[in-house]
């Protein structure tokens, strides 16, 4: 570290590293940046005689970073995101961009915005790409270790250096095959069904979102799925019921007959949630007024 020469570091290179520390891997570094894994190795190389320092070492499958490569993590983003504020002041025409974004998502929240945005925006000549994650129950990291653009969340992490818009708002509900059953009709007839629920991938399940003051305990699942989208299999021809945010009516659930639940519950806000350091990329504010806008129409 001696002879260190900032002067041979770029905004690519210190990306590579980023990406490199995430991943744990040459090749999930390359497939992520769409690079071949020898660029990201020729990269990773370069930094290594740049900062006089291994960086990474093999370990199993994997590569673990050494103490030095860690204490670049923060200094490295915040970096980044000061060269990604030099776009600020640019003229932004997004006819004019090639414009990608990757979004943290649930099952409900990526189908109900994220296909007409996407089709609204190829028709107006529009180049977006979106990658498009799961979100589970989302962290902080995900926005602040600028792992994903956006998340779109009923539950926002909370932090000074993120910024949350609501974007619609709704009431859980439950949805039933009406060929095998009828809604429930008492607390204790909805508690005494078999139900099902989502386990996250990513952490925490789709019953946290659901605040019923009025209900005595929430029972225990029958079935557990990945994903919403496994909900109607096991649901449809049996009594089981799911409890769920009525715009999955319009989703994953639409093949389900829906019904009020049979005690009061709080409404359901989701919120589109970014890192501060967007806040003023006009790409990034495009980005976020075509998500409120179709936010908007599915309300009306």
Not at 200 to 221: C, M, N, Q, R, W
Not at 239 to 256: C, I, N, V, W
Request: contains cysteine; aromatic residues 8%.
């Amino acid at each position: 570290m001696k002879n260190f020469d900032f002067h041979k570091l770029d905004g690519q290179l210190l990306r590579t590293f980023l990406t490199i520390l995430e991943e744990s891997s040459v090749s999930l570094a390359a497939d992520r940046l769409d690079v071949t894994q020898s660029t990201v190795s020729h990269s990773l190389n370069k930094l290594r005689t740049i900062l006089g320092d291994p960086l990474f070492v093999r370990s199993g499958q994997g590569l673990t970073p050494t103490e030095t490569a860690l204490s670049l993590k923060g200094p490295v983003i915040e970096v980044l995101d000061q060269l990604q504020s030099l776009t600020n002041l640019r003229p932004f025409d997004p006819k004019s961009e090639e414009m990608h974004f990757v979004v943290a998502a649930n099952d409900m929240q990526r189908d109900l915005i994220f296909p007409k945005l996407l089709h609204d925006a190829w028709t107006e000549d529009i180049d977006l790409s979106l990658e498009l994650r799961p979100s589970g129950v989302p962290s902080v990291g995900l926005l602040r270790e600028a792992r994903c653009d956006m998340i779109l969340t009923p539950l926002p992490p909370d932090a000074p250096d993120l910024i949350q818009q609501k974007l619609f708002s709704g009431s859980m509900m439950v949805f039933y095959d009406p060929d095998a059953r009828t809604a429930p009709r008492t607390v204790e007839e909805y508690l005494a069904a078999g139900h099902v629920t989502v386990q996250f991938a990513l952490g925490g399940t789709s019953d946290e979102v659901i605040k019923a003051p009025d209900l005595p305990y929430f029972p225990i699942p029958k079935v557990t799925v990945s994903n919403f989208a496994g909900i109607p299999s096991f649901v449809l021809g049996s009594d089981l019921l799911a409890t769920q945010f009525e715009y999955m009516q319009h989703t994953s659930l639409s093949r389900l007959a829906m019904a009020p639940l049979p005690f009061h519950t709080d409404e359901i806000s989701i919120y589109s949630v970014w890192h501060t350091r967007s806040t003023n990329d006009p790409a990034h504010k495009w980005l976020r007024d075509r998500v409120k806008r179709v936010a908007l129409e599915n309300e009306r």
